[in-house]
């Protein structure tokens, strides 16, 4: 009350009240600061987007040089993951695999959220039959359980990265309509959206600077819960010969190659799948946190 | 209850055309003729011909779908480029193989996920809480596949440990491959049950706790109702409808994890089956697999919400 007056009586002076937006933001990261393990699953994501950045400059080999004579050799001191069957070091592989693994998580998921978060705001704000059609449309979309959607487009496209990264993309899609539509569906029907459609805003005005960013906390949860499992699925493809093309260093396609090798070498498999573990891990923490801290039912 | 059985078999039928749509269009997608790429880039003309002819590509979309849709109602899912038997045929013996992996893979991860599930609930912040907790995480972070692979290299081919390490001196109990013995059952089982173990877990937990916190509970222990019997009676039971759900759309997740869990144990499923075909570009299978995959999700689906509500009756008077 006393701002407004102030506002008022001399705009000059005025204390601009403080965004809500802004505080509630503080207010959530002062709630994930306190989440022990959110914070551990952002700091190593954090790691490994610099290890993606900056880690291939420091590998102590190339990516793709051959060396048959050290073949299959368990980790030692020169090679600390071991080498492949074609005496390739694993470890470098590894470290050029992380930004592999992150490029397809973050993309495909951008791409995904993007067409789903339009879709359900659509969805949920128009209601009726447009609403119908794109629902049951992401009805059939879910019809296919897990990596098998993945993996009818994959076989449809033609095994490459970037129709895997296009594939688990649309595998996302539904996820995050569903969960748009919900929440534009409980904000339409507030008094500023009916004050914004009085003042004659547009509806992609209303949509995208009024709905969006008060639903923005689940959505920005569900993704990152996403790309935890974008990079299990995009893995998995690239397992199943369906993604990632040799020699290139994909986690998935390189544990494939170590199963080949397990009589004699244990280590061509395990190690990209420990560092698969450790990427989920993260966005999957990280993403529990998150939804805590925006959690409004949980707000102090 | 009746009226809302049938009204949920008639919401199904728009998911299942969308379903076959989506199935059938997997032909027209691919990039290039399909007559072309499924009798091999170097095929005479006449070959690729034949292929367009035996595929019904001449006839115009709609009359290609409708007589994909009548023959896949009357159980003809065409026939296996590569060995020239009906799809039907083919998939026939590995159907029941998957379902038995992803049935399995179920009873397993229900057993798990509740067991941890309750006892984290019961415990909440205990060691033993803290404990499942961060298995369950790792449970729904790691590649079945990967897990697989790991499972057949302890327990199917054995590692050399040190000698020190007592029990575990030769630790190749299973088959690493095939299916139908116990001893190649187990493997697979915990590989594809594992993450569904965990996230039933999860969900029991969170779901108990909500439910332990309420005041019908409250009242139970004021009224000296044993602890055993407040946990068991009153607080499970309605924890366990919204793990109903989950464990639906677990089987499906199962269902489609088959695919690498099969491809991992070289399991003669449908997911192995799928595989196989999308490699040698034999689309009738992988389209009659992904569309009999699919359908059985959707009657789980269909099962559970009807279970789901049968269970929670406050549903009803809304």
Redesign the interface.
């Known amino acids: 009350m006393s701002e407004q007056m102030q506002t008022i009586d001399n705009p000059r002076t005025a204390v601009k009240p403080p965004n809500p937006r802004l505080k509630n933001a503080k207010i959530a990261y002062n709630k994930l600061k306190k989440n022990k393990a959110a914070m551990i699953g952002g700091f190593m994501i954090l790691f490994f987007i610099a290890v993606a950045f900056i880690g291939p400059y420091f590998t102590p080999y190339a990516p793709e040089t051959q060396d048959l004579v050290n073949k299959l050799q368990p980790p030692s001191a020169d090679h600390w993951f071991g080498t492949d069957h074609y005496g390739r070091d694993i470890f470098s592989r590894i470290i050029h695999g992380m930004s592999i693994t992150l490029y397809i998580g973050f993309f495909s998921v951008a791409m995904g959220a993007t067409v789903g978060v339009v879709l359900g705001m659509v969805s949920g704000y128009y209601g009726g039959k447009i609403d119908t059609v794109i629902m049951?449309?992401m009805?059939?979309?879910l019809?296919?359980?897990?990596?098998?959607l993945a993996?009818?487009i994959?076989?449809?496209?033609?095994p490459s990265l970037n129709n895997v990264i296009i594939a688990v993309a649309i595998f996302s899609v539904p996820v995050f309509a569903r969960i748009v539509r919900g929440s534009t569906l409980s904000v339409r029907k507030l008094e500023y959206i009916d004050a914004m459609k009085a003042l004659g805003a547009s509806d992609f005005r209303i949509l995208f600077k009024h709905i969006l960013p008060n639903i923005a906390s689940p959505i920005i949860v569900q993704a990152t819960l996403s790309i935890?499992t974008t990079v299990?699925t995009a893995?998995?493809l690239s397992?199943?010969?369906?993604g990632a093309q040799p020699p290139m260093p994909e986690w998935?396609a390189m544990?494939s190659d170590?199963?080949n090798y397990?009589?004699n070498a244990?280590h061509v498999?395990?190690f990209?799948?420990v560092m698969?573990?450790l990427v989920?891990?993260a966005f999957?923490?990280f993403g529990d946190g998150l939804r805590d801290a925006l959690d409004p039912k949980m707000k102090e | 209850m009746f009226k809302f059985i049938v009204r949920r078999l008639l919401q199904t039928i728009p998911v299942l055309i969308g379903v076959s749509i989506l199935v059938f269009s997997l032909m027209h997608l691919i990039p290039g003729d399909p007559a072309v790429i499924m009798s091999g880039e170097s095929a005479p003309e006449e070959q690729v011909e034949n292929m367009r002819e035996r595929l019904g590509l001449n006839d115009p979309l709609h009359v290609q779908y409708f007589n994909y849709v009548s023959n896949a109602v009357q159980g003809d899912l065409g026939s296996s480029i590569r060995s020239g038997r009906d799809v039907t045929d083919e998939i026939g013996g590995r159907f029941w193989v998957t379902v038995e992996l992803a049935i399995y893979s179920t009873i397993l991860s229900i057993f798990l996920g509740l067991i941890a599930g309750i006892v984290s609930a019961t415990r909440q912040y205990s060691f033993a809480d803290t404990a499942l907790m961060i298995v369950a995480l790792f449970g729904v972070s790691m590649p079945n596949f990967w897990l697989g692979l790991m499972l057949i290299q302890w327990f199917a081919i054995g590692i050399d440990l040190p000698s020190w390490v007592p029990f575990l001196e030769d630790t190749a109990w299973f088959k690493p491959s095939g299916w139908g013995e116990l001893s190649q059952v187990i493997l697979p089982v915990i590989t594809l049950g594992t993450s569904g173990a965990a996230i039933i877990a999860r969900m029991t937990r969170s779901s108990m706790l909500e439910v332990i916190n309420q005041d019908y509970i409250r009242t139970a222990r004021a009224k000296g109702v044993k602890e055993r019997v407040v946990v068991y009676r009153h607080a499970l039971k309605n924890a366990l409808i919204p793990v109903v759900t989950v464990v639906g759309l677990q089987f499906g997740a199962l269902l489609g994890g088959t695919v690498l869990t099969e491809t991992v144990f070289a399991i003669n499923g449908m997911g192995k089956l799928i595989i196989d075909s999308i490699q040698a570009r034999d689309f009738p299978i992988v389209q009659g697999t992904i569309l009999v995959v699919a359908l059985l999700f959707v009657l789980v689906n269909m099962l559970v919400d009807i279970a789901y509500r049968f269970l929670n009756k406050r549903i009803d008077l809304e």
């Open positions: 049951r449309v009805d059939v979309l019809a296919f359980p897990g990596i098998l993996l009818a994959v076989s449809v496209l033609g935890a299990l893995a998995g397992f199943l010969g369906l998935g544990l170590g199963r397990m009589y244990w498999a395990f990209p799948g698969i573990v989920v891990l999957n923490i």
